[in-house]
């Protein structure tokens, strides 16, 4: 049986203070990856206080650290993964093999093996403690195909990959599935908005091509197939 990797989801805030320039603001999430729970807490303090420099407080949990200026960072568990070690690169694995039985002492210690836990952690940090967006997305199966529901009727459901992107219902419809010529794309989203129920649905066709947007894809997806399921009704009654 493929062994599991522990692969924690953490919500993240920072705030950096400029003095006269105020506060600089920045989110997103980040995720540890590795069973070794007492490495994880230290690379969350370590990643906790590489922004500011102060003590970092909290543990797995939420874990938060404010330097002298007020400049704030603080990690929010969202959640807790286990992935087939297949899923993570040959680099990953090779450090979480290196670093699975390391028995590290706290980062704030100040003892003789300070500077070598600094070294460990800064080796570390950028291998099992992660905040790109895609390359968490890439670890836990995340990433949004380009396209995610056809229909026989030429439209499609997909979604961005960037922050704040909604899912889209896009194409340009068969004649041979809609029975009847449409003048124009806006013509075609007239008859749908006429027809189909639109709630939650936000128009923006182009000439050439319908647009709509959902705020979910169980929205999107409904909408597709009940346009779908409008025009088979259509094709049946003519016996098409």
């Avoid at 189909?196 to 128009?203: A, R």
């Amino acid at each position: 049986m493929e062994k599991k990797i522990k692969v924690r989801v953490y919500k993240c805030n920072h705030s950096m203070n400029y003095g006269s320039g105020g506060f600089e603001y920045s989110g997103g999430k980040a995720i540890i990856i590795g069973n070794n729970d007492k490495l994880s807490n230290n690379l969350l303090i370590h990643a906790c206080m590489t922004g500011h420099g102060e003590c970092a407080y909290g543990d797995l949990e939420s874990m938060e650290c404010r330097d002298q200026d007020g400049g704030h960072s603080y990690y929010e568990l969202l959640e807790t993964v286990y992935i087939d070690s297949e899923k993570v690169s040959d680099w990953i694995k090779s450090a979480i093999e290196e670093n699975e039985d390391h028995d590290i002492d706290d980062v704030n210690y100040d003892g003789k093996n300070k500077s070598e836990m600094k070294r460990i952690f800064r080796e570390l940090e950028d291998i099992l403690f992660i905040e790109d967006e895609k390359e968490i997305n890439s670890i836990l199966g995340k990433e949004k195909k380009k396209e995610k529901t056809k229909s026989s009727i030429g439209l499609s459901v997909s979604k961005g990959d960037w922050e704040g992107a909604q899912w889209t219902i896009t194409g340009l419809v068969k004649k041979s599935m809609t029975v009847r010529e449409f003048e124009s794309t806006y013509d075609f989203e007239e008859f749908v908005e006429n027809k189909i129920d639109s709630e939650g649905i936000e128009f923006d066709s182009e000439s050439g091509q319908f647009f709509a947007y959902a705020d979910t894809e169980e929205r999107a997806i409904k909408f597709l197939n009940d346009i779908e399921a409008y025009f088979k009704v259509v094709r049946d009654l003519l016996l098409l």
